[in-house]
């Protein structure tokens, strides 16, 4: 059943080879300065490599956007991101299929009754406009970079093609490495704690299930780079920017930066090392990122090159996009719920008792407003919120943190489930350790587990002095997470 | 990457090859006028025989080039170009041929006292053929140059265009057949031609030269 499930993954994948391979090597295609055949060759090894070797780190922040629970649900919302991207890429426009994947999470956290969290949905967004806003001051400096090489110095035209045809090659590598480590999140991330794989050894190698599943991913944007992206790299190359083979090198350029910039985790370290606050592990949009470039490239040199109608068009997809799969998961949601009869999320109770109202205490909350709560059971997340007054006497992070607290979400801790699935990688030995020590205890709450774990050193937050520090919180808190969905241990079961 | 830059490096080569037989046409035209000019008819056919040569090997090496360019989809923005700059050139050299060979058919008697102006003439043509060879070389290898070269071009066409105009009048100020004065100014116009020529490349080379900057 799973694998049926996994069908809408690898369709979401099949169009983001299809859609967003355009972005890398559009322009070198179109410009011909590459044969499509290498294009996609060199694009199907490299996003491959990405997904497999770094692909891991934007997966935490779409996760913390809204944790589709079921995997019923994660089909559709796959299916639901796919099918927008689909659509609207048949009308030659390119989208940005993280937008979309948002905008179709946003739909699942309306239709289960989910509370949106607004601040990582604005970290989500603001990144996107960083990217955007980035990538065209990146390209501009490369241009300025490049432009008295090229007018002024000395490189026969012909070495010039050459050296700008390995550049695309080199660099169009690089972006879509990192295309692949920061898109496959948006692909497979939401299957990542369900994953039916094992770990396979491969005779001193080990492929985690969790790198299989990635890998399956991978091969779904192959798929989609070899049967459809010819006509969006021609759409892209052509009709959007007509780019010149050196400025379309500077294009892709940026653009590989960005994309690495937000999916390395080692830059992310390399950064805090030097004291910089690191820019957050997000998936952007590939697309945004090079019509970023574009319009860096294009104010630089007068603004007068700039085709303002189709950047409008363009830009309208971004916005339409997102709103168009919140759309299309709302109602797939429902028909795969009422028509197929299968689960889309899980059933969760938040109750309001002594031990929870504690615990809201001991968070630092004023527990004086829930009085009209205590002693209930609600289904719905929303029911909470509008019986705690909506934002009248608690923030909405306070509110998601009382949410947080009331949520029965049963657990019980099982390593070999962790070791099964390929994720004991993503904790410490201690960590796995202080897990051992807690064998088949069962939890009532997540934060249960979390206290528990928490008196164990490896499992404890630190005080947040720097980013440092507000980093290693945010890496425990995934880690957690990654319990939690591997630990989910129902009544039922 | 010495691999790589093979074919490329043999290409540069060939086209600096054509750009030689460009520059060395412009001085052998410059030296079979003067051998006509002053009666040396057996070295003037020797420097026509010489230019038909070199008119040959800029035909083949044009052709090559062209093929190569295709064939391996080298420069593909900037082939198109490329390709009109080697033509329009070879029609330069072709041109040159075709004067002397006009020379070499009708034989004009040229009066002793129009010699100075005639050669004079003669340099500037040949001067903008000069001038074209290092711009065309410089939109290769040295964009920044290109211009400066393109001026020299423009200047030497605007003076062999006086300088013929100054040569058609002394022709028919003189007192010679009318007939002889017709094929003349034939001929003067032939010699004026060449530099004409050498403008009209320059003219698409300097919006080329626009299209390849950054």
């Known amino acids: 059943m799973i694998f049926i499930y996994l069908l809408s993954g690898l369709f979401l994948g099949w169009s983001l080879g299809a859609n967003d391979t355009g972005n890398i090597f559009g322009a070198a295609v179109e410009t011909r300065m590459l044969k499509f055949k290498t294009a996609a060759l060199i694009a199907s090894i490299f996003i491959f490599l990405g997904a497999v070797l770094e692909g891991s780190g934007p997966s935490g922040t779409l996760g913390r ?39 179709a999470i946003i739909g699942w956290n309306y239709f289960s009754g989910r509370l949106t969290d607004y601040r990582s949905l604005l970290t989500i967004v603001s990144s996107w406009v960083i990217a955007f806003v980035l990538s065209g001051i990146i390209a501009a400096l490369l241009f300025y970079l490049i432009r008295p090489i090229i007018n002024r110095g000395r490189i026969h035209l012909l070495e010039q093609d050459v050296y700008t045809r390995l550049g695309l090659i080199v ?58 992206s010819q006509k969006v790299m021609r759409t892209v190359g052509k009709d959007i920017f007509h780019l010149s083979p050196v400025t379309a090198l500077i294009a892709v350029t940026a653009e590989a930066i960005v994309l690495f910039i937000f999916a390395s985790r080692g830059l992310q370290n390399l950064l805090l090392s030097i004291g910089l606050p690191p820019l957050p592990l997000v998936p952007v949009s590939s697309t945004q990122v090079i019509v970023g470039a574009v319009v860096g490239i294009g104010l630089v040199k007068g603004g007068k090159n700039i085709r303002y109608n189709i950047l409008g068009k363009v830009s309208l997809a971004w916005i339409a996009a997102p709103v168009i799969a919140f ?74 943190k009382i949410i947080r607290i009331a949520e029965v979400y049963p657990l019980q801790v099982n390593t070999k489930l962790l070791l099964d699935k390929g994720l ?53 808190e995934e880690q957690f997470n990654l319990l939690f969905r591997t630990f989910y241990f129902p009544p039922s079961r | 990457m010495a691999l790589i830059l093979k074919t490329t490096r043999f290409i540069e080569t060939q086209i600096d090859a054509f750009l030689d037989i460009l520059s060395d046409s412009s001085t052998t035209f410059e030296l079979a006028i003067e051998d006509y000019l002053n009666n040396r008819i057996d070295q003037f056919e020797n420097r026509l ?23 391996r989809t080298l420069i593909p923005e ?6 009109a700059i080697l033509e329009n050139t070879d029609e330069v050299i072709d041109n040159i041929k075709d004067s002397l060979v006009q020379f070499s058919i009708e034989l004009p008697q040229i009066p002793n006292c129009l010699n100075d102006l005639w050669m004079q003439t003669t340099k500037s043509s040949s001067n903008a053929v000069e001038q074209l060879s290092f711009a065309v070389r410089s939109f290769f290898r040295d964009l920044a140059a290109v211009n400066n070269y393109i001026h020299k071009v423009y200047f030497f066409e605007r003076e062999a265009d006086h300088l013929g105009e100054r040569l058609r009048r002394e022709i028919f100020n003189m007192d010679i057949e009318l007939s002889q004065k017709s094929q003349l100014r034939y001929f003067a116009n032939h010699i004026e031609k060449i530099s004409d020529y050498a403008q009209v490349v320059c003219d698409r080379l300097s919006i080329y030269v626009i299209k390849r900057q950054l």
């Open chain 1, 171 to 228: 660099i169009g590598a690089f972006g879509a490495f990192s295309l692949g480590a920061n898109n496959i999140a948006n692909v497979v991330g939401v299957f990542v704690p369900v994953t039916p794989f094992k770990d396979l050894n491969l005779g001193g190698f080990t492929l985690s299930a969790v790198q299989q599943l990635y890998i399956l991913g991978a091969i779904s944007i192959i798929v989609g780079i070899y049967t459809y």
């Open chain 2, 78 to 83: 900037n082939r198109g170009d490329v390709l």
């Open chain 1, 327 to 400: 759309v299309f998961a709302f109602i797939a949601l429902f028909i795969v719920q009422n028509v197929f009869e299968q689960t889309v999320f899980q059933q969760t109770v938040y109750t309001f008792n002594r031990i929870t109202i504690q615990q809201i205490e001991k968070e630092g909350l004023d527990t004086s407003h829930l009085s009209s709560v205590n002693g209930h059971r609600f289904d719905r997340e929303m029911e909470v919120y509008k019986e705690l007054g909506g934002e009248k006497y608690f923030s909405r992070s306070e509110m998601l």
């Open chain 1, 65 to 103: 956007l809204g944790s589709v629970d079921a995997l019923g649900g994660a089909f559709t919302v796959a299916l639901a991101a796919a099918l927008t991207i689909t659509a609207i890429v048949r009308t030659g426009i390119p989208v940005s299929t993280s937008q979309t994947i948002v905008g």
């Open chain 1, 424 to 476: 004991a990688n993503h904790f410490s030995q201690k960590q796995l350790e202080a897990l051992i020590k807690l064998e088949n205890r069962e939890f009532k709450h997540k934060w249960q587990l979390e206290e528990t774990l928490s008196q164990d050193p490896s499992w404890q937050k630190r005080k947040e002095l720097g980013e440092r520090d507000k980093l290693y919180n945010q890496n425990l």
């Open chain 2, 49 to 71: 025989a010489q230019i038909r040569e070199n008119e040959h090997r800029a035909d083949d090496l044009r052709v090559s080039i062209e093929r190569f360019l295709y064939e």
